[in-house]
């Protein structure tokens, strides 16, 4: 019982300080990490057995991790390192592509296709920023789309704040659709062993279905503003030519192979049994080796600090479930919903996109998968559906506000620095409401194609 109070407190003090951001989330995770393996399993359990395989140091050593023969084996539990080598081997690409200028390439060559019309650019680029977060961390996504979107409006002598909330909005709903789209779909993925096509089979056909809905939202949201800025004159000379953008040919060719290379790799890995760690190891070495000149600058840019979250995030995560605390709390939400699917559905999704919206939804995904197959056990039902409806709700939630995902925070930071801030009025007026039509919309399709 001392164990499973420790273990509450260790979880709400985490998230407490991640919350209210006094400390580097890294360090949170970490810190509490640790003192989950020393006080909870050493002093309380006193059970190495649950320190060795809550750091899982050995799944490093099995054939399974790296390839898998027939079905994708689930996670054992503890750190889950194959999301951690992929989201890394995926961050070193990133990077790359970055470098050689395809980000920006791409945009401008967009905006072109479509003569840097205000409304054409605004739906295309909606429908990029929810293709490009299928594959690619929707914050990298934002990052580089914000900064050329900002550029191009001023060009085009219209606001572009309305672009930047409905292409955040759009990559958070393109990162649902795939397992590489978003962290927590990752983690999800990895731990519960499903592949890239069972997410794009069902989470990718929700997402396809709310993001029509999505774009005719902001459509209408804001033609009568982006209308009047086409109907102006414009000296196209002055836009920049998309070429300009490519920064070293040879290394723009390589990244778009080696990003083809990541695609297919995804697509088929059910059927090749490769699995994410090993793909993101060897996506990374390949661009390492393309661009070895820069390797060192690449590496640098990683975000270790997110790799290192994850690690303290997991351990943490394992302590609850070591205890026996999640199984009790998925046993409340089963005497709760009885032999009810539906309402078990609902709660899950409702609580995840509540939840997401005002915390970090990589923790409240990682906490909810023991919960979902301890539900699922209990109540019989098909475990996929739970994922699926929680990976729904922790993806789509966090576009409800400015602080409920990554890919939020930095948009809103790219326009305050261009001088276009967004505050929470703005945001909340377009976005929330957005975020629960389109959680409507999920939960109708998860009944109707499920139940």
Same mark, same amino acid.
């Given at each position: 019982?001392?164990?499973?109070?420790?273990?509450?407190?260790?979880?709400?003090?985490?998230?407490?300080?991640?919350?209210?951001?006094?400390?580097?989330?890294?360090?949170? +995770?970490?810190?509490?990490? @640790? #003192? $989950?393996? &020393?006080? !909870?399993? %050493?002093?309380?359990?006193?059970?190495?057995?649950?320190?060795?395989?809550?750091?899982?140091?050995?799944?490093?050593?099995?054939?399974?991790?790296?390839?898998?023969?027939?079905?994708?084996?689930?996670?054992?539990?503890?750190?889950?390192?194959? +999301?951690?080598?992929?989201? @890394? #081997? $995926?961050? &070193?690409? !990133?990077? %790359?592509?970055?470098?050689?200028?395809?980000?920006?390439?791409?945009?401008?060559?967009?905006?072109?296709?479509?003569?840097?019309?205000?409304?054409?650019?605004?739906?295309?680029?909606?429908?990029?920023?929810?293709?490009?977060?299928?594959?690619?961390?929707?914050?990298?996504?934002?990052?580089?789309?914000?900064? !050329?979107?900002?550029?191009?409006?001023?060009?085009?002598?219209?606001n572009p704040v309305p672009m930047i909330l409905s292409e955040i909005f759009c990559a958070n709903l393109g990162?649902?659709?795939?397992?590489?789209?978003?962290?927590?779909?990752?983690?999800?993925?990895?731990?519960?062993?499903?592949?890239?096509?069972?997410?794009?089979?069902?989470?990718?056909?929700?997402?396809?279905?709310?993001?029509?809905?999505?774009?005719?939202?902001?459509?209408?949201?804001?033609?009568?503003?982006?209308?009047?800025?086409?109907?102006?004159?414009?000296?196209?000379?002055?836009?920049?030519?998309?070429?300009?953008?490519?920064?070293?040919?040879?290394?723009?060719?390589?990244?778009?192979?080696?990003?083809?290379?990541?695609?297919?790799?995804?697509?088929?890995?059910?059927?090749?049994?490769?699995?994410?760690?090993?793909?993101?190891?060897?996506?990374?070495?390949?661009?390492?080796?393309?661009?070895?000149?820069?390797?060192?600058?690449?590496?640098k840019k990683v975000d270790y600090e997110t790799l290192l979250f994850f690690t303290g995030l997991f351990v943490?995560?394992?302590?609850?479930?070591?205890?026996?605390?999640?199984?009790?709390?998925?046993?409340?939400?089963?005497?709760?919903?009885?032999?009810?699917?539906?309402?078990?559905?609902?709660?899950?999704?409702?609580?995840?996109?509540?939840?997401?919206?005002?915390?970090?939804?990589?923790?409240?995904?990682?906490?909810?998968?023991?919960?979902?197959?301890?539900?699922?056990?209990?109540?019989?039902?098909?475990?996929?559906?739970?994922?699926?409806?929680?990976?729904?709700?922790?993806?789509?939630?966090?576009?409800?506000?400015?602080?409920?995902?990554?890919?939020?925070?930095?948009?809103?930071?790219?326009?305050?620095?261009?001088?276009?801030?967004?505050?929470?009025?703005?945001?909340?007026?377009?976005?929330?409401?957005?975020?629960?039509?389109?959680?409507?919309?999920?939960?109708?399709?998860?009944?109707?194609?499920?139940?």
């Amino acid at each position: 019982m001392i164990a499973k109070i420790l273990a509450i407190a260790i979880f709400f003090v985490m998230f407490f300080f991640i919350v209210t951001e006094k400390f580097a989330r890294h360090l949170v +995770t970490l810190v509490c990490g @640790a #003192g $989950m393996l &020393v006080v !909870v399993f %050493g002093i309380c359990m006193r059970s190495p057995q649950a320190i060795f395989e809550t750091l899982n140091f050995g799944s490093f050593l099995t054939p399974e991790f790296w390839h898998v023969s027939g079905e994708a084996a689930e996670s054992s539990g503890g750190i889950n390192w194959a +999301t951690i080598l992929f989201i @890394a #081997g $995926m961050m &070193v690409m !990133v990077e %790359g592509m970055g470098k050689s200028g395809f980000f920006r390439w791409l945009c401008l060559k967009l905006a072109k296709l479509v003569h840097y019309r205000p409304m054409p650019v605004f739906v295309v680029f909606m429908l990029m920023s929810a293709c490009l977060s299928m594959f690619i961390d929707s914050i990298t996504v934002i990052l580089f789309l914000a900064a !050329v979107t900002v550029e191009l409006c001023q060009l085009l002598k219209c606001n572009p704040v309305p672009m930047i909330l409905s292409e955040i909005f759009c990559a958070n709903l393109g990162g649902s659709a795939t397992m590489c789209g978003d962290p927590p779909n990752i983690i999800i993925g990895t731990s519960l062993g499903y592949a890239f096509s069972d997410f794009v089979t069902n989470t990718g056909v929700i997402a396809a279905v709310s993001l029509v809905f999505a774009v005719l939202y902001f459509y209408f949201c804001f033609r009568r503003e982006l209308s009047a800025a086409g109907r102006e004159e414009k000296d196209t000379s002055l836009y920049p030519e998309p070429r300009t953008a490519i920064t070293d040919r040879k290394q723009f060719v390589c990244s778009l192979l080696i990003f083809a290379v990541a695609v297919v790799l995804l697509i088929t890995h059910a059927n090749t049994g490769l699995t994410v760690a090993f793909i993101g190891v060897l996506v990374a070495a390949l661009t390492l080796l393309a661009q070895y000149k820069s390797a060192l600058e690449l590496l640098k840019k990683v975000d270790y600090e997110t790799l290192l979250f994850f690690t303290g995030l997991f351990v943490v995560v394992s302590g609850l479930e070591q205890t026996g605390v999640l199984e009790l709390i998925a046993e409340g939400i089963s005497y709760i919903c009885g032999t009810n699917g539906k309402l078990v559905v609902a709660i899950i999704l409702w609580i995840s996109a509540v939840a997401s919206a005002f915390v970090d939804n990589i923790p409240f995904a990682a906490t909810m998968i023991p919960v979902i197959k301890s539900l699922a056990a209990a109540q019989g039902m098909d475990l996929s559906v739970l994922a699926w409806t929680l990976s729904i709700g922790t993806d789509i939630g966090g576009s409800a506000t400015p602080i409920g995902a990554s890919a939020n925070v930095v948009g809103i930071s790219v326009a305050t620095r261009e001088g276009y801030p967004i505050g929470w009025g703005k945001y909340c007026k377009y976005c929330a409401p957005a975020t629960v039509f389109v959680i409507l919309i999920s939960m109708v399709c998860i009944y109707v194609r499920y139940f």
